[in-house]
DNA sequence: TATGAATGAGCCTTCATTCAT
DNA sequence: AATGAATGAAGGCTCATTCAT
């Protein structure tokens, strides 16, 4: 992600912490996440980042330009995440659970992500659409999934009729909408969603949902 | 959905289009699903509406309540169409089809119900949350389920394992993330998933994925 | 006053209480007194009167107009009272004190009075400058001042080197401030000054000022 | 008046004229001064100041603190003048004399102290109330009264039964009313009173009956 | 005589951004 | 490499007033 071009300061972490821009982007990521792009606020940015506002301008360029650098960092960590992730020497089901726990836990501790990915989607995906580092970065997942299926119905154990993709949008979306949309679903059905219990009866059902539809 | 209190203009529609009120809550739909709460503009919202700028403080209050009885209309809307499907006379696979593929096309044609939901949650879902009219609504699809639910087992051809208000999230969430993430899923799939076959094979897919996982 | 012309709506009382114009003014002083000018609201006054908005106008002008009726009202009622006040009949002394009591007494009785002054010198007097109503409305009391330093001088009881405006400009100024300031210097000093023991004790104090002046 | 804190522009004068605080406060000063609270503009105040509105808001907080610091400013000053008079030296006749010449001069000099006190206390006195500032500072008159009068009692050149606190509210009301509402008394009397002739006279008056009432 | 609906200008406040050092 | 000071444009909201009936 060499994104640092020699005319910006460099980043010998000169008194504390991580460096100045580094700094910046967890701000940015925090308050993007808070409040979406249109309610940021750079001020707000500048503060939590300890900076002064005049820095962000220097290190990043504008408000557009940190959420792009904010949105691809979220990608990157997550992609760096699932490369993490290996399944290949598991058993075709065994691998197949591993992979949809991954997935489902991955959202319940990154709620930031989602968040970055809703107000995205809300600007029609324009910035993710002009992104050198997003677009071409594939989903490790993806393979994970297309070779677990392909040992599966070797072995007998997974039905043959599966589209990878689909399946990878399924195994995401089962996790993304319980954690997208706690709040509102908690408030309908009266029921807190984040407990500890609730999350773990919500992710077992995601396996079982994906796994029971496997089957042959 | 009676809102209207008497303080308030009347609705006798004298001249053209809709009363007052209507416009102005249909213009905030649109102005809202299309920039999110912060980023929508409350003049563009009365400039949609055709109306001067004040009445719509005079209508509805301001932009907060603006806000809540949007995503109460969007609700009740909801609401109203899933009391229109009836599975009730055909069979619990009939049924169960016909509920899948009814969410997901809900899903696909409102669009902005699903960025209003985005958005709500942004916030925490503190105006859900406070929302008389949309807290004791229950969701009559999930009614439904039960009751398909309860008969396919009984007639041997669902498993019996299965929590209906899990099956709910499930089914909701693997059109809602399709809809929702349709920008970014596109630009990284680098395929289009809004054109009639994409929708027609990702609907087919959800419903043999949870009728798939439906069998005993 | 009659300042009605023939082509404003007729005073007769038509469902209950005061007729329109009575209630509009009576509001409009309340709303005045309380706010000032320019903090007052119309829509609040109209409101306070039980009447819809559009009358004020026809009514009374505008807002401008209401507070140049308030004003006159404050004057000429306070002017009804002055002329009630009859000290012709007592000694000098007596009459003396009897009319600085009145006068402190309707200060604290007539707050909304000081506070319409107030405001009015606030901008100026220009309204007071341009009533036909006010202008050329003498104080009685200057005049009773007139005949009681007359008739107490003849009588040896009070020094002869007295101004009678300069008087009555003192005798107001004294319960004047005391009223007109009652909330700062209350802070200030932290006492309370609309107790009655402390209002009878700067009426008394008042009283004694005066007098202890006139000795000769 | 030390009130700045670190988190406000320095006040180095870099180019012209006082700094931008107290350009912006002489700027509120004359504009509360001339509109009230409620009449004044923050526009008109930041271009009074020559500064941009936005920076209003950097130095001082809103418009509510702008009047509380306008107000606390308008009290130190009075009593930072008051401090300066120093009768210890003089008799108790000239030294009354002199208080009470001072006490007049100031609210001729300074109508716009006799604006802001009005509007405070149309406003109930809430921010003086709430002021840690004006709360605890005590009138230095107040302390030269009660040694003047102790003095002259002691000397047989005052009564007994007298009341600082009253004396005060007297002296200062004495004067605050002709200037309060010169304007109105003006109409009224059809007389100026702001010539220098018309102040003097009233001056006299005012030392005349100060001392006229306490004599023994 | 009375009313509900409408309006344009203006208010206080805040935003993202840049200047000057 | 960093900062305090500044700015124009806009944002949400409210005002006094008038229209149409």
New binding site residues.
Partial sequence: MARLSSA???LAA??AGPP?RARILAAALAEFAEQGFAG?????IAERAG????????YVG???A?WLAVLEGAYAAMRAEERALNTLHLSPLQGMEALVRFNFRYHVQHPEFITLLNDENLQGGRNVARSDAVQDIYSPLLALIGDLLGRGQAAGVFRRDVDARQLYISIAGLGYFYCSNRHTLSSIFAVALDTPAALRAREDHVVSMVLGYLRP
Same sequence: chains 1, 2, 3, 4.
Wanted: charged share 35%.
């Fill in positions: 910006v300061p460099s000169d008194e100045a940021a606020r750079v001020d707000a900076i002064n506002k005049r820095m962000l301008y220097v504008n408000k557009e940190l």
